[in-house]
């Protein structure tokens, strides 16, 4: 009964069966058709003492298992299909820009890993507002202004670019609230937000520079001289002048005035009393014109300016820009200033380049800087794709491949195992004995000898690098597989190795094969034993005596 009900509910087993085969077992049971045959209805209709107690339980198995392997096999056959396509929720940019520059074009029809899109939505520091949550995240609500309509949206962002100056000295044009709410938030940002508050403040990034300044030294990267005041209080006089007082954090030129003696000097240091605010003070730089050096992602310009009105200012009044080619030390410049904070994808140098011919590095921006040049179009174009590609990041979960730091300590060389190293100086009509690599060298007798040449000497210093194959190969070779007696392979002719020396004058190009350790130390023995001759009889006795010299060391070695 149990093979009966194995075989049963074999599915492979019920699907050969014959049509119409046990169809009355496939049957749904009701109350008018009975899953058992005839003769045994009749056998029921007698006195239960008669009828066979398992034979309505057993047929029932059978019913049972048929169906359920029918069933299985009808499910396997046909498997549900879900056409059902997948819509997911756009992704949300925040820009924070002026409505001069229109970023929703760069992002039209792009996607996210092909399957997210990107919606832009675009204000100024003055047109958001926000609340943060531990678990909620940050909620932006914007009221603005478009074609005489006022818009009034409240959404989350997925990732923030800021292009505005967080922070002025200007009535109301303090965001720095607004910086740290996008951060309590966990809103990502780029550059970052850590970095965007770091930038608030002038002096602060200052203190950067120094550190770079004193890590590389004023050759690489010339800072120029900058001393800082909290307040007025300690602005006596300065070292040198005419100098440059810049009151507070201001941009575009603002705040910044000219002393050209001490009298004036004092006249700057009650002004700063009544800002209350701090101050720094720079040597005046008679400059040639100024430079700036941009960097987006992995993309690099170089700007020059050069002011035309005459102001001592370059970046005020009528001033001639062109760009300029991109040298090695722009490019370190901007690779220097772009790990401040964390990292920064977006920044720029600004250097004054002065009469004297020197360089001085006065400032770095931010993601906020203002893009200048005929090449504007393909710097938001550079933007948009680090945006893309820092969203992505955010949506697969990775990470983006660290580029691996240049060390500048010099390359450990692992100690290698000591060959024994020989080579004949080859005389006129001898045969050139190539350099050989065996075991560790005696401690004393001639076949510790170490003949070579400067040319020979300069040829196998690279074989000191870790990693060499003929090393490995020499460093391998154990006393069982030494070279034995009447197995001398056939000499033929190869590529030089590695540390041979040139043959002399007169000498043939036939050249034997790599030597293990048996054939290094008979030809040691060789060449300090049997003095070198230039005719060819001398060389078929030496050839003799070296002969059985290696069948003497072999049957030595192979013991």
Same mark, same amino acid.
């Given at each position: ?238 070292? *040198? ?156 979960? *990775? ?107 007169? *000498? ?52």
């Amino acid at each position: 009964m149990n093979f009966l009900r194995r075989r049963l509910s074999d599915s492979s087993f019920v699907a050969n069966l014959p049509n119409g085969y046990m169809m009355d077992l496939q049957r749904p049971e009701s109350p008018t058709s009975s899953p058992v045959s005839p003769a045994t209805e009749r056998k029921q209709q007698q006195p239960a003492a008669s009828a066979p107690p398992t034979g309505g339980g057993f047929l029932s198995s059978l019913s049972n298992a048929v169906k359920q392997s029918t069933q299985g096999i009808a499910g396997q056959a046909e498997p549900p299909v879900n056409t059902t396509p997948i819509v997911h929720k756009p992704k949300i940019l925040l820009v924070i820009d002026d409505m001069h520059t229109d970023w929703a074009k760069y992002f039209r029809g792009k996607k996210l890993n092909g399957e997210y899109e990107i919606r832009v939505e675009q204000a100024e520091f003055s047109e958001i507002n926000l609340a943060a949550y531990v678990n909620g995240g940050c909620m932006i609500d914007m009221q603005l202004v478009r074609n005489g309509t006022k818009v009034v949206r409240s959404f989350k962002p997925d990732l923030v670019l800021v292009r505005q100056h967080a922070y002025s000295m200007a009535q109301g044009e303090d965001f720095r609230s607004l910086i740290i709410g996008l951060q309590y938030g966990g809103v990502p940002g780029l550059n970052s937000l850590h970095s965007i508050y770091n930038f608030c403040s002038k002096p602060w990034v200052f203190s950067q520079l120094i550190k770079i300044f004193q890590s590389q030294g004023p050759e690489k990267f010339p800072l120029t001289e900058q001393t800082f005041f909290p307040n007025h209080k300690e602005m006596l006089t300065a070292a *040198t002048f005419p100098v440059v007082v810049k009151l507070g954090h201001a941009h575009a030129g603002m705040g910044k005035v000219k002393v050209e003696s001490h009298y004036d000097f004092q006249d700057i240091a009650s002004v700063v009393a009544l800002a209350k605010t701090y101050a720094t003070t720079e040597p005046y730089i008679d400059s040639k014109y100024d430079v700036r050096i941009q960097k987006i992602g992995s993309n690099y310009k170089a700007y020059m300016r050069t002011s035309i009105s005459g102001n001592w200012k370059a970046n005020t009044g009528s001033a001639m820009l062109e760009q300029i080619a991109m040298s090695d030390r722009y490019r370190m410049w901007a690779d220097s200033c772009a790990e401040m904070f964390g990292g920064l994808d977006i920044c720029a140098v600004k250097a004054v380049h002065g009469k004297d011919g020197k360089d001085y590095i006065i400032e770095v921006m931010d993601s906020s800087m203002p893009l200048i040049g005929e090449h504007v179009e393909e710097d938001r174009l550079l933007i948009a794709d680090l945006v893309i590609t820092k969203m992505t990041q955010l949506v697969t979960g *990775t990470q983006p491949p660290q580029p691996p730091l240049a060390s500048s300590q010099p390359q450990q060389i692992q100690p290698q195992p000591m060959k024994a190293q020989t080579q004949p100086q080859p005389g006129p009509g001898a045969q050139p004995k190539p350099a050989t690599q065996g075991g560790p060298r005696p401690a004393s007798g001639p076949q510790g000898s170490q003949l070579q040449n400067p040319q020979q000497q300069s040829a196998s210093q690279p074989q000191k690098s870790p990693g060499s194959p003929q090393q490995d190969r020499s460093a391998g070779t154990s006393p069982n597989q030494a070279f034995k007696p009447g197995a001398f392979p056939p000499q033929q002719p190869r590529p030089a190795a590695q540390g041979q020396g040139q043959p002399g004058p007169g *000498t043939s190009q036939r050249q034997t094969p790599q030597l293990n350790k048996s054939q290094s130390l008979t030809n040691s023995f060789s060449v300090s034993e049997t003095p070198q001759r230039g005719n060819r009889n001398e060389d078929e006795a030496k050839a003799e005596t070296i002969r059985s010299l290696r069948q003497s060391f072999a049957s030595l070695f192979s013991d």
